[in-house]
């Protein structure tokens, strides 16, 4: 993500949150003291943020119902094939077949991978707005789904991208078998980081957002060999 826009993401957010110092200087590139601390929780080995200087860790919890930024300001959202059957259901479509063509777009954008290496992903996308298109992929829109006091009308049947932020996630080989590899998104537009001395505070939310990051990941991962998307990589 463009520097300038997480710069405009965190002035935004700002208005009407409190981000600590560390972590606003943290998130802006600031400090060369962060390292890669990794906890492993159940199925999921997690890169958590150790800051060397202030000996302690950027840690996250998430302020819904009172925060629902992540909602507000969508940049995409990528369908698993289980989204496909579960949303298309909920919004009483007969036909998947249907589904994808009123509701979804299908995009291509790039990421930088855990490595530094670019990721490229073509996957199906739910419209944010009922008149989305392919252009407006990666713009900020505010989901059609969130209602004024802030729930999702797609819940619990929402996509599975929306339980997984402010996460991200990817496989590795290890001994010949797939492990699930989880990290922050830092875009700016979420007031849950917060600094603290040990990442026993966070332990609660690790054991919770293990099980959500595994079962996303391998739904992903899945998606892809049904050619229901496509990722590659440039090296």
């Known amino acids: 993500m463009m520097q300038s826009k997480i710069e405009e993401a965190l002035a935004l957010l700002s208005?009407?949150?409190?981000?600590?110092?560390?972590?606003l200087d943290f998130i802006l590139g600031k400090r060369s003291d962060a390292s890669d601390y990794q906890v492993k929780v159940k199925d999921v080995i997690?890169?958590?943020?150790?800051?060397?200087?202030?000996?302690?860790?950027?840690?996250?919890?998430?302020?819904?119902p009172d925060c629902h930024n992540c909602c507000n300001r969508q940049g995409r959202l990528p369908l698993t094939s289980n989204d496909l059957i579960t949303i298309s259901k909920n919004l009483k479509y007969k036909k998947v077949s249907d589904f994808v063509k009123n509701e979804t777009n299908i995009t291509t954008w790039d990421e930088k991978g855990p490595s530094g290496?670019?990721?490229?992903?073509?996957?199906?996308?739910?419209?944010r707005k009922e008149n989305e298109t392919e252009a407006e992929d990666g713009t900020h829109i505010r989901c059609r789904f969130l209602d004024k006091k802030g729930y999702c009308e797609l819940h619990p049947y929402r996509p599975g991208v929306c339980y997984l932020y402010p996460f991200s996630s990817w496989l590795e080989n290890e001994k010949g078998k797939p492990r699930v590899h989880a990290t922050?998104?830092?875009?700016?537009?979420?007031?849950?980081?917060?600094?603290?001395?040990?990442?026993?505070?966070?332990k609660g939310v690790l054991i919770?957002?293990?099980?959500i990051i595994y079962n996303y990941t391998m739904s992903s991962n899945r998606t892809n060999?049904?050619?229901?998307?496509?990722v590659s990589m440039e090296f």
């Open 46 to 64: 997690f890169h958590i943020p150790y800051l060397t200087t202030e000996n302690g860790y950027v840690l996250w919890k998430c302020y819904w």
């Open 184 to 202: 922050y998104q830092f875009t700016g537009d979420c007031p849950g980081f917060y600094f603290a001395k040990s990442v026993d505070e966070m």
């Open 15 to 23: 208005k009407d949150w409190k981000i600590e110092p560390i972590i």
């Open 225 to 230: 060999r049904e050619n229901f998307g496509c």
């Open 208 to 211: 919770e957002y293990s099980k």
């Open 117 to 127: 290496n670019t990721i490229i992903m073509t996957m199906i996308n739910l419209k």
